[in-house]
């Protein structure tokens, strides 16, 4: 099966709202923070599946909402709580220093791979860049979005872009040493197929997530999650290639809510640039058709990816996205699988489901061609307010004349151990590209995937954990195999 439940992590009063791990930082214990509602941070040892330090870094009203841990210095781990962003000394552990950059409650923290730079999106929709080194405010973003700015990612292969995303239903690709918005992507509703019923829920982005490589032609990619229920991988590049650019946007009237205990009805939508090309929308070109449609050459691929309820995707918002089995995810180092002595749930009460035509887990416990530390992604992990954890495969890609195109002469590995055709093949059955679901059981808030090497009969192999946190207190820990 693909989802194993081991163990959770205990330490909150409140609904868990983020969490991270240590895993890609050279020389650091893996450990794994999580953020709550109740104001605290606690930092869990997964070896030893204990809580080793809480940390309460601002009242009870002051929801820490995102964490991330220092890329190159395993001391440090930075936090959102409230409108300020904490940078905490794990050697401590304390609160080392606070920056009061943004006005408005922050969403997301992110650090680019030097670990120079940090970016804070937040509720009023702008975007701060600090500068680490200075301990001040590098850039300030106003009017990023026109509303609430919920993600914020660094750009691996281009140190001075980042890319953000918003309620406002845009992604926005900056210059951040110019504070100048390069291009701006629109997502649009789509109309549905005659006899479908329509739900109306506007396909903000909850969330992005980008692989944690820098090499092409992943690192030109990006997911997001969607209000609509919609998880949406795309060629960031060639998505904002023809539009023109633009400073910031006109705010709009804030939402009543973030979405992280609303139910909500919701539609198809796709990503449209400034010039009308709707990316994931059925009315757009054909090589905007949603993934998996054939088009006049029988090819079920289609890029972007369009994971929808047509697939088997979400029924309800999707909250959380992130990519799996990219091998620069993890910092090289070897470790026992936490809970790996506990008794084994039986496959019957797991609650994890496998879409008909799939091989489940594919090749379990191996990653893509090329071994560890090919740095390319192999599937995509997302949750949403319908309870459930989606696995979806991801094609190869390779650079075409027209962008990002998946590559149709190489059989992946999951097809060949799991009965699938050729990527690209027009013959028999359409490649799948939901993997496997599991009924987590509560509205899932946030995802992180843990990548450890592992050694095996095999040879060496990484082993993937999913941590989840959702409306309870507590932590659920996975292990995943893909």
Not at 133 to 142: C, M, S, V
Not at 188 to 211: I, R
Request: aromatic letters at 4%; glycine letters at 12%.
């Amino acid at each position: 099966m693909a989802f194993q439940r081991l163990l959770h992590l205990d330490g909150h009063t409140s609904p868990v709202l983020c969490c991270t791990s240590s895993s890609h930082v050279p020389g650091a214990q893996h450990m794994v923070a999580s953020g709550s509602e109740d104001g605290s941070m606690c930092l869990h040892d997964v070896h030893e599946t204990r809580l080793a330090h809480k940390l309460t870094l601002g009242g009870e009203d002051d929801a820490v909402s995102s964490l991330v841990f220092h890329p190159t210095d395993p001391n440090q781990l930075f936090a959102a709580s409230a409108s300020e962003v904490k940078r905490i000394d794990l050697r401590t552990p304390s609160i080392a220093s606070t920056f009061s950059c943004n006005k408005d409650e922050v969403n997301q923290v992110a650090i680019n791979a030097k670990g120079n730079f940090l970016a804070a999106a937040d509720d009023a929709g702008d975007v701060q860049v600090l500068d680490l080194a200075a301990g001040k405010l590098f850039k300030g973003i106003q009017a990023a979005h026109s509303n609430i700015a919920s993600s914020v990612c660094f750009r691996a292969h281009k140190p001075w872009e980042l890319i953000t995303a918003g309620f406002d239903q845009t992604v926005a690709r900056w210059d951040f040493s110019r504070g100048k918005c390069l291009a701006r992507m629109r997502i649009e509703m789509e109309a549905t197929a005659e006899g479908e019923s329509q739900l109306f829920n506007p396909p903000m982005v909850h969330a992005l997530a980008v692989p944690g490589t820098s090499s092409r032609p992943w690192c030109q990619v990006a997911a997001a999650a969607r209000g609509d229920g919609t998880v949406e991988v795309f060629d960031v590049d060639e998505a904002s290639s023809s539009n023109s650019s633009s400073t910031a946007v006109s705010r709009g009237a804030k939402p009543a809510s973030k979405g992280r205990g609303v139910a909500a009805s919701h539609g198809a939508a796709g990503v449209a640039t400034a010039g009308g090309n709707a990316i994931g929308s059925s009315s757009s070109s054909s090589s905007s058709r949603l993934a998996g449609d054939r088009g006049s050459g029988g090819r079920p691929w289609r890029w972007p990816l369009v994971l929808n309820r047509a697939r088997g995707g979400h029924t309800r918002p999707a909250t959380t996205v992130c990519f799996v089995g990219d091998a620069e995810a993890c910092n090289n180092r070897g470790g026992s699988v936490p809970g790996s002595t506990q008794a084994q749930e039986p496959a019957s009460s797991s609650g994890t489901s496998q879409p008909k035509g799939n091989s489940g887990s594919g090749s379990s416990g191996k990653h893509a061609k090329g071994g560890l530390g090919s740095g390319a992604p192999t599937h995509l992990l997302s949750g949403s307010e319908d309870r459930r954890l989606l696995l979806w495969r991801l094609p190869r890609l390779r650079q075409g004349q027209a962008g990002l195109e998946p590559d149709l002469g190489i059989r992946n590995e999951q097809g060949m151990e799991g009965g699938g055709a050729l990527q690209g093949s027009g013959d028999g059955e359409e490649e799948r590209h939901l993997v496997a679901e599991h009924h987590h059981g509560r509205k899932v808030n946030c995802l992180h995937v843990s990548a450890l090497p592992q050694q095996g009969l095999h040879g060496a192999h990484l082993q993937h954990l999913s941590f989840v946190g959702d409306t309870s207190k507590r932590l659920q820990v996975y292990k995943l195999s893909v």
